[in-house]
């Protein structure tokens, strides 16, 4: 009997990229047989093509085996078509077992009182149900979700606070329309993060450096000025003030701070917040003058008058809960983070190509090395714990302290003593330009490059996006010419797991397919000097290859303008789930100090059809919808996500 991991991971790997194989491959054949065969069969083929690119394969398989002339390339297309209905068979009954046997599971699990694990079974149970929306309706699961918020509240009351987390995450995932589970799941979360960030080993301090009030300030004015919607400052000041009180309740600070222990200096300080909060609650508007009065207040009176905490740290977090009504995007950029921000958005930067964590055992390890880079070149593995830099022990630094002394100039040497098992090994190293790839393949060959056939036979290209940085649609262009000097005839575009990136690198990535002419992306904003069309400005070198764009759920912002693009221009076929659903755009902003940023929504965009499907708490209608819609259970998605987790890790070169 095969076991349900081996079962799960030949699934997890197989059924959407399937659908992929059999479009691109569909249609690319069909455009070689064109003129091959007898008219009478070539018709057939032809609609056979057309029904695969709708999804139909049922009726394309029919149509399939009416053709007379069974050559080697319809033979292929049949092998594929007659594999997906098998398989499609099989998982319609797999998941009409595993519904009954998580139901199963999750009513067990509140017969023991085990809520939080009665939820993860019923989320497994709502990606197979044949009618999701009914099943999120049934009176057991209605009285296992009361009994959920119930225990949560307990749990809160402990501060228990990942446990609760767990609760509100989980019915936040089963219900996504219900936006008190979103705001139970934030306050927990600032709790965690909060208890994290005062641990013994956290360095809370680096965090906050160089923050200062006058950039908040600035940030303020920005957003009265830019934001893609006139703001309510009401709630802006309302949050602000709220997360400053979530502050106040954290054990873990209180640990940290004398203000904060000492009890009447505590109450005082809550007190007056409250007053405060109480006041703008009670008033109808609020300007964004007078919000930044209230929160001026907070800072140099409020606090200085009680508590003492650091202005720092009582100024990011008070704009860390003003900025979340805005919504996900909009943020300050503090100056610790502006490095990293820009790395990532530029695509390169100077060091010696390695991606670290702190492990359980606050060490510092290698995730993997990057390619082509000087730590690749001299052996650095996955795996391997970083112990000094140097010549200096590094263990208790900071993560983004040992980023820190890692990097630097280029052309500078730097030395890292690794310990791998029981050796310790010092890895010379001059830094260098390190370029981040966010162009990948199917698999690695041996010398660490990437293969970018999905099957090479057939000659069915596979590129994966995995963000749009400035390099990337260079990067693409580089590897398709190498695809179609290797006798390209389809390819599959991965932008599944994709955050978005630059709105310039979807819109050139996007003309590399399109017709000259044809609409990439319109924007509009608040402020007319935001609003854009842009085009494919000429013919593009790829307009004519077979695609097929794969997504999902995680495919965001610049993704969903190329899968949009390419789908309201009948360019190719989007296969998959609904996409993320961001369809805003952020500008950068110097704020007073020039060591900060602010990070805000100016416009909204829209796809060539006219449409912009942002994701609102409300919205019952967002994200790019696929052409060809492919569900895939919580496991399979586990699965993909492992799978590609392990191609993009580096082993010795």
Not at 108 to 115: F, L, M, V, W
Not at 201 to 213: A, F, G
Not at 332 to 340: G, K, S, T
């Amino acid at each position: 009997m095969e076991c349900k991991l081996c079962r799960a991971e030949r699934w997890g790997r197989w059924t959407l990229l399937a659908w992929a194989w059999i479009v691109v491959g569909s249609v690319a054949y069909g455009a070689d047989t064109q003129g091959t065969v007898p008219p009478k069969p070539d018709d057939l083929w032809r609609r056979g093509v057309e029904l695969v690119a709708k999804g139909d394969f049922i009726r394309a398989a029919d149509l399939v085996h009416q053709i007379a002339a069974r050559g080697q390339v319809i033979g292929r297309v049949q092998k594929w078509l007659d594999e997906y209905q098998t398989k499609q068979s099989a998982r319609k009954a797999m998941d009409r077992a595993d519904f009954e046997k998580y139901v199963g599971y999750a009513k067990a699990r509140i017969e023991r009182k085990e809520y939080a694990l009665a939820l993860d079974k019923s989320l497994l149970a709502a990606d197979v149900a044949e009618d999701r929306e009914a099943f999120l309706r049934s009176d057991w699961l209605q009285q296992l979700v009361n009994d959920a918020l119930a225990k949560a509240d307990e749990l809160r009351k402990k501060s228990d606070w990942k446990s609760a987390w767990h609760i509100y995450a989980d019915l936040g995932a089963l219900y996504e329309r219900e936006p008190r589970y979103q705001k139970l799941e934030h306050e927990v979360l600032t709790h965690l993060r909060l208890d994290t960030m005062f641990n013994e080993d956290s360095h809370w301090q680096e965090r906050i450096e160089k923050v200062e009030w006058k950039d908040a300030e600035s940030a303020m004015e920005c957003i009265g000025l830019y934001y893609v919607e006139v703001p309510d400052f009401k709630v802006i000041t309302e949050r602000g003030l709220e997360q400053l009180l979530l502050l106040a309740e954290s054990k873990s600070a209180q640990k940290t701070f004398e203000g904060l222990r000492n009890e009447d200096d505590r109450r005082d300080f809550k007190a007056r917040l409250q007053e405060n909060l109480d006041q703008v609650r009670a008033a109808p508007t609020l300007d964004r003058r007078a919000c930044v009065e209230r929160f001026r207040r907070a800072v140099h009176k409020i606090n200085k008058e009680t508590v003492r905490l650091p202005e720092e740290l009582v100024v990011s977090e008070l704009m860390r809960g003003a900025l979340e009504p805005l919504d996900d995007f909009t943020t300050i950029i503090w100056p610790q983070d502006i490095d990293e921000f820009d790395k990532h958005t530029r695509g390169d930067f100077i060091g010696v190509g390695i991606s670290i964590i702190k492990n359980r055992l606050g060490e510092i390890e290698v995730v993997t090395p990057l390619e082509d880079t000087p730590a690749f070149r001299h052996g650095v593995q996955a795996g391997d714990i970083i112990a000094k830099v140097d010549g200096v022990t590094i263990k208790n630094y900071s993560l983004n302290k040992v980023v820190d002394t890692i990097t630097g100039m280029k052309g500078t040497p730097v030395t890292l003593t690794i310990r791998r098992g029981e050796s310790e090994i010092e890895f010379p190293l001059v830094r260098d330009l390190v370029k981040i790839q966010s162009v990948k393949g199917w698999q690695r060959r041996p010398d660490g490059n990437w293969n970018h056939f999905a099957d090479e036979e057939n000659k069915i290209g596979y590129i994966r996006i995995t963000n749009f940085q400035k390099n990337t649609a260079e990067d693409l262009a580089n590897v398709m010419s190498e695809l179609q000097a290797k006798g390209l005839k389809g390819l599959i575009l991965d932008l599944r797991w994709n955050p978005g990136g630059l709105l310039d690198s979807a819109w050139q990535v996007s003309s590399l397919f399109l017709h000259r002419g044809d609409v990439v992306v319109s924007t509009k904003g608040r402020n007319q000097g935001e609003d854009q069309h842009l085009n494919a400005a000429s013919e593009g070198p790829y307009a004519d290859v077979p695609l097929v764009v794969l997504v999902d759920e995680f495919s965001a912002s610049a993704s969903e303008i190329v899968s949009g693009a390419i789908r309201d221009n009948h360019r190719g076929t989007v296969i998959g789930e609904r996409t993320f659903g961001k369809f805003s755009v952020q500008n950068l902003i110097p704020l007073s100090s020039s060591n900060a940023k602010l990070k805000i929504t100016t416009a909204r965009y829209y796809l060539p059809s006219g449409v912009s499907l942002h994701r609102e708490p409300t919205s019952d209608k967002w994200g790019v919808e696929p052409e060809i819609p492919v569900r895939l259970a919580r496991w399979e998605r586990v699965n993909a996500w492992k799978a590609r987790r392990d191609a993009d890790l580096l082993g010795p070169p």
